[in-house]
Nanobody
């Protein structure tokens, strides 16, 4: 089993920044790919960014490339999502997920999920 706990969400103005954290615990966490997803009200959950614990390979959705940065701290078993130049359309609940394979962008490929953290960007 894997447990994931997100933190760092909040309210920010357009152009601002936030850093989300995902604290992971459980067996063999280092064998998983970690992903950040988001779900806006009335919309499907969508992929944001992913990182492999073992290889460190990183990939992003086109909508956030150049603005968001995913990273990890192996010693703390924590994955971060630094979000810069935020836009109102980035408003959503952001979820951390574990599972999948490197490059996976489908929510169905991830077996473990956190409860999410709300990010609201005002205009």
């Amino acid at each position: 089993q894997v447990q994931l706990v997100e933190s760092g969400g909040g309210l920010v103005q357009r152009g601002g920044s936030l850093r989300l954290s995902c604290a992971a615990s459980g067996r063999r966490i280092e064998s998983y790919v970690m992903g950040w997803f988001r779900q806006a009200s009335g919309k499907n959950r969508e992929f944001v960014a992913g990182i492999s614990w073992s290889s460190g390979s990183i990939y992003y959705a086109d909508s956030v490339k150049g603005r968001f940065n995913i990273s990890k701290d192996n010693a703390k078993n924590t994955v971060y999502l630094q979000m810069n130049s935020l836009k109102p359309e980035d408003t959503a609940i952001y979820y951390c997920a574990a599972g999948g394979y490197s490059g996976s962008r489908s929510p169905g490929d991830y077996g473990f999920w956190g409860l999410g953290t709300q990010v609201t960007v005002s205009s």
